[in-house]
């Protein structure tokens, strides 16, 4: 059932106003503003490296409407060739004559209407490659810039926004990009000038009788543009958080089921589709009004012309009755631009409220981010330092305070910690997926903050809890770590790394579909495959970051095996709550409210009857 609007009108926009701002949590702040010709200027620029392809098909585009408008004027000579030659009452050979006269026009006529078919379909190839190349174009960078953005951003933004932008918000661009200047010059404004044009010299006095109705059209058209360009900024906004729960509930769905959510998920999801959905409704609404106010406007024209036209004919100021029939069909073109134009405002508004939000994104900076003087990091020996580093998602709120160490080339460093302790922040730091706020991390003496971020992330190699395996087959997740990898390379990472049994157990062993998430792998599974990846990949510096919290016990012995060769010549950060992961680090850092309250090795730890040694006997009792 469709819900019912507020009524009257003032009362319906406050309550779409008040919707707004019920609606808690967003991600982004969103401006509601009437459509500005700085919002135009910039998808005029995303236009403008295939402007001559543009050119070339509006050139066709107004060669066709001109070929169509001579219909008015073919129309209005036999019109008139037929009076005139009824009036003179000629013989037979005159007949034969006005028979040929007659067909030569028609002729011309189906010439000309032949040749508007010709060049409209070569005008559609043109435009719709132009404006499909614009779209590929755009979803071009806006992939490529959210591969740029921080992790701080998707910490913040949800999946089903993200999504939205690259998808809905770019495809209501498409008519815009493909007939936006046709519509505009070809469709609209050529049409209206040309049929002005010709119905003045028609006969200035029917053109006279209806110029006063361009007022009200632009008055109407005016308030009709101000008003729809505010709903259908809502309506993005609102379709947007429907696309955001929907994806939310999807991806989650084990949870959903297991804590018997769905009910309670739907009450959510169909409170939002409500909102939509009155959104969608008003918007109906005001072009339901706009679209019929033109149509009345379109007959009082015609009534106009021909009640006029009758009048100047039968008073005798007229004496070409083919004038007022072309006055009649001029007025028709003039005005058919405009109730098609109004069709095609509901898509350029809605256009226009996704181009808001793209350019939004697109003008995000990412929060890291390579300096004007970065330079690429040549092949480190892995030496790892926190110079005073204080860090927090929120700089108001530090995660981390002026945490100092030092790692040598080749150390297993062990981080433990009640969780929020500040373990993986540390992690992320040092893969410069932050920035801290204050103090130097430093790698081989090089700040991260003044080398290439790309130089780093080739010598740097992350498995982290939440593994991550792509749609694909095993082999291909594996190479991922390193593309130009042969499947000799990738075999040999497996063996290497004691993974290669488990991986030939599989039904198409290497050639085995992981599934989406890789769905189709047991969590075991999924982590030796990430281990290979990372060991492939060859880095300078691992970072595990709760890498056994999902395996098993089996092959967590199987793991700890291969790390003892992964340790070979890498420094290696291992975050853990398993302690027999750590146990024979070269040094361990016990983290404990963002600072570091302990270091040593395990022995010296437990001997020292500390915080780690509360930790190490509260693990031996659940061993036991």
């Known amino acids: 059932m469709i819900p019912k609007l507020p009524t009257p009108l003032s009362r319906r926009a406050a309550y779409l ?17 009437p459509i500005e010709w700085p919002l ?8 403008y490296p295939f402007r001559r392809q543009y050119a070339l098909g509006l050139s066709m585009g107004v060669l066709m409407v001109i070929l169509e408008m001579m219909s008015p004027q073919y129309m209005r000579h036999l019109v008139n060739y037929v009076t005139d030659y009824t009036g003179a009452g000629t013989g037979a050979a005159t007949e034969s004559s006005a028979i040929r006269h ?17 060049v409209q ?15 590929f174009d755009l979803r071009r960078r806006m992939f490529r810039h959210l591969q740029r953005l921080s992790m701080s951003y998707y910490d913040r933004t949800k999946l ?12 209501a661009l498409r008519e815009i990009n493909v007939w936006g200047f046709q519509q505009v010059v070809a469709n609209f404004l050529i049409p209206m000038l040309v049929a002005a044009i010709m119905l003045l010299t028609t006969d200035w006095r029917l053109f006279l009788s209806v110029v006063w109705l361009g007022p009200v059209l632009y008055v109407i058209n005016d308030y009709y543009r101000l008003k729809i360009g505010l709903i259908y900024q809502q309506i993005r906004e609102h379709f947007t958080r429907v696309s955001t729960n929907l994806a939310e509930n999807i991806t989650g769905m084990r949870v959903v089921t297991a804590f018997d959510r769905q009910v309670t998920n739907l009450d959510t999801f169909n409170a939002l589709q409500n909102t939509n959905t009155i959104n969608n409704v008003y918007a109906a609404r005001v072009n339901g009004t706009f679209q019929p106010v033109l149509e009345l406007i379109r007959f009082i024209g015609k009534l106009v012309i021909l009640t006029f036209g009758a009048y100047l004919i039968v008073s005798g100021r007229l004496t070409r009755v083919g004038s007022v029939v072309a006055a009649f069909l001029y007025w028709d073109w003039f005005m058919n631009p405009i109730i098609n134009f109004g069709t095609f405002s509901s898509q350029m508004m809605m256009a226009m409220a996704g181009a808001e939000r793209i350019f939004a994104l697109l003008e ?6 390579d300096l004007p003087d970065a330079r690429p990091l040549p092949r480190i020996d892995g030496r790892v330092a926190f110079d005073h580093v204080t860090f927090g998602y929120e700089p108001a709120r530090p995660v981390l305070h002026d945490v100092c160490f030092e790692a040598n080339p080749g150390q297993m460093i062990a981080l433990v910690g009640a969780t929020g302790s500040g373990k993986s922040s540390i992690v992320s730091l040092i893969a410069r997926f932050y920035q801290p706020q204050s103090g130097r991390v430093l790698v081989d003496g090089h700040d991260i903050r003044h080398v290439t971020g790309e130089s780093l992330n080739r010598q740097t190699g992350l498995v982290l809890q939440q593994n991550y395996l792509f749609s694909g087959t095993v082999m291909e997740n594996i190479r991922y770590g390193k593309a130009g990898a042969t499947d000799a390379d990738v075999i040999a990472a497996a063996k290497a790394i004691s993974s290669y049994d488990a991986i030939a157990e599989l039904p198409d062993a290497f050639n085995t579909q992981v599934g989406e998430r890789g769905g189709s792998m047991s969590l075991g599974q999924r982590q030796l495959i990430c281990f290979t990846r990372a060991f492939l990949a060859d880095p300078r510096i691992f970072m595990l970051d709760e890498a056994t919290s999902a395996v098993d016990t089996a092959t967590e012995l199987q793991v700890q095996h291969s790390l003892e060769k992964l340790l070979v010549g890498r420094t290696t950060f291992v975050v853990a709550h398993r302690l027999s992961t750590i146990m024979k ?15 040593g090795r395990h022995a010296t730890l437990v001997a020292a009857g500390g915080k780690y040694a509360h930790l190490y006997r509260q693990f031996v009792m659940q061993v036991e």
């Open 17 to 33: 106003r008040e919707q707004l701002k019920n609606l808690k949590g967003d991600d982004e702040e969103v401006h509601y503003r």
């Open 585 to 599: 680090a070269d040094n361990i850092l016990v983290i404990d409210a963002g600072r570091i309250i302990e270091r």
């Open 102 to 118: 007659i067909t030569l026009v028609v002729l011309a006529w189906a010439a000309t209407f032949a040749a508007a078919l010709i």
């Open 40 to 47: 135009i200027r910039r998808l005029l620029e995303l236009l």
């Open 364 to 369: 995000r900076e990412p929060d890291v981010f």
């Open 160 to 171: 089903g926004r993200i999504i939205s932008h690259c998808t809905s918000d770019i495809s």
């Open 121 to 135: 379909r070569f005008n559609i190839l043109v435009m719709t490659r132009a404006g499909e190349t614009v779209q």
